[in-house]
């Protein structure tokens, strides 16, 4: 079930004894937590709330927090962070777990605990038994990152509940510096709507203004700027981001990162592969799949002019690690061949 259905189904009473919470969305898991800690009142939950993570503390501890009775109330939660155990990369823990001590529990749940476990992973381990059993015996929540859609319903719905909106505009700005990500866009939330106060609309300057842009979106935006053979403006925010202190060695290997998923992605269009299909195949954001997928049609350019991009790249990886010659110059260099 989704979180907006678990917070339903808790509100009206229905209240399972195990849960799991599964998926990568920071957000949704935070959610869901406050959701759960809504059953046990706040005057309780000193004594009747429990959280453990898994990546430090075995996990004996949380099952035997489980089996107790509520100290003066209805309800104990317990909550089970990080269970590195239920993944394919549990060797990589330190701590010891008593998974044969789970698998008990799961067979015979204590019925005034609610045993959550936070899972934020993008898959389990669907071979272990432990898995299984608890996939069968628990509720399954999805806190899987939300597709474009459900993330602009979700801002217009939360937006709509303050009394604010958002322009078309700082919309796709918003979507833009955030990456599409939920968890992300909502911390952005408050600050954009304290500045918008007045109007009670959010515009795409106090996006600009307030939303700063990560090194990996500087650099998308440098890939517009030379896809768009805008020398002086690629030249200008180039010479910034080495202000900024940022390498040249890194800022060329996300270029040619970029450049690399554009002719990937323009091979696989050609083949007629749709966006989501692109997406699935490349392992690749959704969202950075329909912006490349955007500019390939906007600047409709060869497969060859993105080839000769990414072989400038290389040649320029290649003298920044042997030569001494300035980043910013072969930079000027590379942009003046690509523009020919």
Do not use: W
Not at 8 to 27: I, N, S, T, W
Not at 184 to 205: D, F, G, Y
């Amino acid at each position: 079930m989704k979180v907006s259905e678990l917070e339903k189904k808790l509100a009206q009473g229905e209240c399972a004894p195990v849960y799991l919470v599964l998926g990568a969305e920071e957000y949704s898991i935070n959610q869901a937590k406050e959701a759960f800690l809504k059953l046990v009142p706040k005057e309780e939950r000193e004594f009747n709330v429990g959280a453990y993570d898994m990546e430090t503390t075995p996990l004996v501890e949380a099952l035997n927090d489980a089996l107790e009775i509520p100290f003066f109330g209805d309800k104990r939660l317990v909550f089970v962070k990080r269970p590195l155990f239920l993944t394919a990369e549990s060797k990589k823990s330190k701590v010891e777990h008593d998974i044969d001590g789970l698998m008990n529990y799961l067979d015979n749940p204590e019925p005034t605990t609610v045993l959550v476990f936070l899972a934020p992973y993008v898959k389990l381990d669907e071979r272990k038994k432990v898995t299984k059993k608890l996939k069968k015996a628990a509720v399954l929540v999805d806190a899987a990152p939300a597709s474009e859609g459900e993330i602009r319903q979700r801002l217009k719905e939360e937006l709509q509940a303050k009394g604010y909106t958002i322009n078309a505009e700082a919309l796709e700005e918003l979507l833009v510096r955030t990456d599409a990500n939920l968890t992300r866009i909502m911390a952005e939330l408050p600050k954009l709507t304290l500045l918008a106060m007045e109007t009670r609309e959010i515009t795409v300057a106090q996006v600009e203004r307030m939303v700063t842009r990560s090194l990996e979106q500087n650099v998308f935006k440098l890939v517009d700027l030379v896809l768009a053979k805008k020398v002086q403006a690629a030249l200008g925010l180039y010479h910034d981001l080495l202000e900024q202190k940022e390498e040249p060695l890194k800022l060329n290997a996300i270029l040619l990162g970029q450049f690399r998923l554009l002719i990937q992605i323009q091979v696989l269009a050609a083949k007629g592969y749709a966006q989501g299909n692109i997406a699935q195949v490349l392992k690749a954001h959704p969202y950075r799949v329909k912006i490349a997928l955007r500019n390939i049609r906007q600047y409709r350019f060869a497969l060859k002019d993105l080839a000769s991009a990414y072989l400038g790249l290389v040649a320029v990886e290649k003298k920044l690690k042997s030569t001494q010659q300035e980043a910013e110059l072969l930079f000027q260099l590379f942009m003046l061949e690509y523009v020919k």
